[in-house]
């Protein structure tokens, strides 16, 4: 199957109440797990690289690593780039065959961001690639973005309108509680901020910082019409921890590296399958 966009899975998902969940990989082993968790729940999914993880693995490696996985995929596979300040690598990607990006320009003004992340659409609209953009700023760690979790503000719903508009952006980034990386202490998503702006707008919603978040919230933000869910860090330190625990438990006499990665695909896959039943897109591919 060729790769599909934004555009043709969060308007489906968000008027059918369900949420498509959106998975980083850093590398071939966590991505086979994310589609193999997809395809044994039957639900769409979005395959996300970061700005970090595309320096490190190259732009045309991970368009081509994926494209070759959705191939023979029996689930609609999304490509997309995660977080990108930088514009080069983001037309670098869309170029490469990402079928979607994210322009995070939530850093600027908001003149600025309405023109940069603009740009950007015009730019992926010859491509046939979605763009997700941000507005607001979601506190934490993501990589080289470092947003003070005091100084993090949360997206005004007065601001949204006019920027959905302009932009002619296919999904949007909220600020509305949560945070990159994992939890210092328990998230409060800002439930009546979630439909203030779910009023205002059609365009799907977003939310980042998904790992460490209480299931019934996330459940509760999809039932009012949160459409795409991201989760990184929970995937990262799966990964992390089954290489260590291999490292561990491998004979030392051992040198074949499969032995220590492949577990890795099946921990991946038993995350992002149980993500995506929760989020309730098992079953929707
Ligand atoms: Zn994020």
């Given at each position: 199957m060729e790769l599909v966009t934004l555009r043709d899975l969060l308007p489906r998902a968000k008027k059918e109440r369900y949420a498509v969940g959106a998975f980083n990989f850093n590398g071939y082993e966590d991505a086979a797990g994310i589609l193999a968790g997809a395809e044994e729940a039957r639900s769409p999914v979005i395959m996300m690289a970061s700005q970090g993880a595309c320096q490190y693995i190259g732009v045309y490696e991970a368009a081509g690593l994926v494209q070759g996985m959705a191939k023979r995929?029996?689930?609609?596979?999304?490509?997309?780039?995660?977080?990108?300040t930088d514009y080069d690598l983001i037309k670098e990607a869309v170029k490469a065959g990402f079928s979607s990006v994210m322009v995070d320009a939530s850093a600027k003004p908001y003149e600025d961001n309405i023109?940069?992340?603009?740009?950007?659409?015009?730019?992926?609209?010859?491509?046939?690639?979605?763009?997700?953009?941000?507005?607001?700023?979601?506190?934490?760690?993501?990589?080289?973005?470092?947003?003070?979790?005091?100084?993090?503000?949360?997206?005004?719903?007065?601001?949204?309108?006019?920027?959905?508009?302009?932009?002619?952006?296919?999904?949007?980034?909220?600020?509305?509680?949560?945070?990159?990386?994992?939890?210092?202490?328990e998230p409060k998503l800002d439930f009546e901020r979630l439909a203030a702006i779910l009023k205002l707008t059609d365009c799907p919603l977003v939310l980042h910082g998904g790992t460490g978040i209480p299931i019934a919230d996330i459940q509760r933000c999809i039932t009012m019409g949160l459409a795409k869910v991201n989760v990184g860090t929970e995937l990262k330190a799966a990964f992390a921890n089954t290489i260590r625990k291999m490292c561990a438990e491998v004979s030392p006499d051992e040198f074949d590296p499969r032995k220590f990665l492949k577990p890795v695909k099946a921990v991946c896959a038993a995350i992002v399958k149980e993500k995506l039943t929760a989020f309730g897109s098992a079953g929707k591919a």
């Open positions: 995929a029996k689930v609609p596979v999304c490509l997309h780039l995660d977080h990108a023109r940069e992340s603009a740009a950007i659409v015009r730019f992926a609209r010859d491509y046939n690639c979605s763009v997700e953009a941000e507005l607001g700023k979601v506190g934490g760690k993501e990589e080289h973005i470092v947003v003070e979790d005091r100084s993090a503000t949360f997206t005004d719903p007065a601001e949204v309108p006019r920027y959905v508009e302009e932009t002619g952006i296919d999904a949007l980034a909220i600020a509305f509680g949560s945070v990159h990386g994992f939890y210092k202490s």
